[in-house]
């Protein structure tokens, strides 16, 4: 048998070693500040969100400003599949990634109407307020296909409003919505499909006073997010500051 004698230098080696370890496990992530190329605001993000670039539908419509973030945002990672994951900068009627409130409330899943008929449906939404965001994460449907101010809508399009409605916000259930000021966090279980497996949408909403309505990160994944991880999201959002 061999034996291993371990001398008092070694012994407080390892000791010393194993301090450090603990102490950058649990050392908070390095922040970085993102400046937009326009000059128009800055926000803090954690480096291991990797580096940042220009998010889906940048500068379109109500998207003011979308950025994706090459180590967080959507995309495979180990063997896990992200969908989200960007930080928005939102003009005129708040809209939320991910269909998060269903596919009327979704900028990306709207811009499959007509502007003319997006514009219309925009409008008849019920506004999304501090006070109304939580109840409305929690419904299946938020808007009447008969509602008078959609009479200009062909019969076809209303036909397939509620579906559209009803997209990515399949047996909506909210776990978690918590308003702090002006910020919402939450998370929230829904399927993309009838029968369909629940996905988690979870992420920070941030409302804003003109011109923009919202600063946002919304992220989706099948598992449920930790503690940890929507205060980061939280933190982020948070950190927003116009110019």
């Not at 307020?129 to 008969?146: G, I, K, V």
């Not at 919202?214 to 110019?243: C, H, Y």
Request: hydrophobic content about 45%.
């Amino acid at each position: 048998m061999v034996q291993i004698a371990l001398t008092l230098e070694s012994v407080k080696l390892l000791i010393a070693l194993l301090i450090i370890s603990i102490a950058d496990a649990q050392s908070p992530p390095t922040m970085r500040t993102y400046q937009d190329p326009m000059a128009r605001f800055e926000f803090s993000y954690p480096s291991d969100f990797g580096t940042p670039s220009v998010g889906t539908d940048n500068g379109f419509r109500n998207r003011t400003a979308a950025i994706r973030f090459s180590e967080f945002s959507a995309g495979v990672r180990i063997g896990r599949v992200i969908l989200g994951g960007e930080a928005v900068l939102t003009s005129g009627n708040l809209q939320l990634d991910i269909q998060a409130a269903g596919g009327l409330y979704d900028e990306i899943t709207l811009g499959v109407f007509p502007e003319k008929t997006a514009a219309l449906i925009r409008n008849a939404l019920p506004v999304l307020t501090p006070a109304f965001l939580c109840d409305a994460l929690s419904r299946p449907l938020h808007l009447d296909a008969q509602d008078p101010r959609l009479s200009a809508l062909s019969a076809q399009e209303k036909a397939v409003l509620p579906d559209a409605d009803k997209m990515g916000n399949i047996a909506p259930k909210v776990l978690l919505c918590q308003v702090s000021g002006d910020t919402i966090t939450f998370d929230k279980e829904s399927s993309r499909a009838v029968a369909g497996p629940p996905r988690h949408v979870y992420g920070a909403v941030r409302f804003l006073p003109p011109p923009y309505s919202s600063f946002q990160l919304i992220r989706g994944t099948a598992e449920a997010p930790s503690q940890a991880l929507l205060d980061q999201i939280t933190a982020v959002v948070n950190s927003w500051k116009g110019k």
